[in-house]
């Protein structure tokens, strides 16, 4: 009796996994970027970065302070590298950013000044897969990768030379 329903589940998982392995060669999954993922998608990613970024920042701390001119270098490069995707100091959403899904949050409107520095660190340095947001580690000193990570904690309370600077910057573009 037991081994007929051990072999009735061992059968059902084959079944099962045979059947989403033809679905996904099928092309029945939507895969281009103007689709949303759907909730199974999305609970698996969210979960799993979740996961990874808890595991891989205990006991990160950044090596810097957030000074004043740490700050300013901090905006800058985010000015340079992240505004495209992330907005200035409007919040508005680039074309660029538009067509990306999951769609970026624009700091301005949706800050991460409440996340431990930590772990908008890890996001600058490794990006996060699916989502369009690229990893930065193998192009950015890990100083300004830092700076830009300062920048965002303290997006809401930054010096005003540092939030006037930003804004003329973002005006710019």
């Known amino acids: 009796m037991a081994k007929g329903f051990i072999l009735g589940i061992i059968?059902?998982?084959?079944?099962?996994?045979?059947?989403?392995?033809?679905?996904?060669?099928?092309?029945?999954?939507?895969?281009?970027?103007?689709?949303?993922?759907?909730?199974?998608?999305?609970?698996?990613?969210?979960?799993?970065?979740?996961?990874?970024?808890?595991?891989?920042?205990?006991?990160?701390?950044?090596?810097?302070?957030?000074?004043?001119?740490?700050?300013?270098?901090?905006?800058t490069s985010y000015e340079t590298h992240c505004q495209v995707c992330h907005g200035g100091v409007d919040a508005a959403a680039s074309s660029i950013a538009k067509g990306l899904s999951p769609g970026p949050p624009q700091f301005a409107k949706e800050g991460v000044e409440d996340d431990p520095e930590a772990e908008t660190y890890w996001k600058i340095a490794h990006g996060i897969r699916f989502s369009g947001m690229p990893g930065f580690a193998e192009s950015l000193p890990q100083t300004e990768m830092w700076q830009v990570a300062l920048f965002l904690k303290h997006m809401d309370s930054l010096p005003v030379s540092v939030k006037s600077a930003w804004a003329a910057a973002s005006a710019a573009h």
């Open 11 to 75: 059968v059902t998982l084959v079944v099962f996994a045979g059947g989403a392995y033809l679905l996904v060669r099928a092309g029945a999954l939507p895969a281009g970027q103007d689709s949303k993922p759907g909730k199974l998608e999305s609970w698996a990613a969210k979960t799993s970065l979740k996961a990874a970024i808890t595991k891989q920042t205990k006991g990160l701390t950044s090596p810097i302070q957030p000074t004043e001119a740490n700050l300013a270098v901090g905006a």
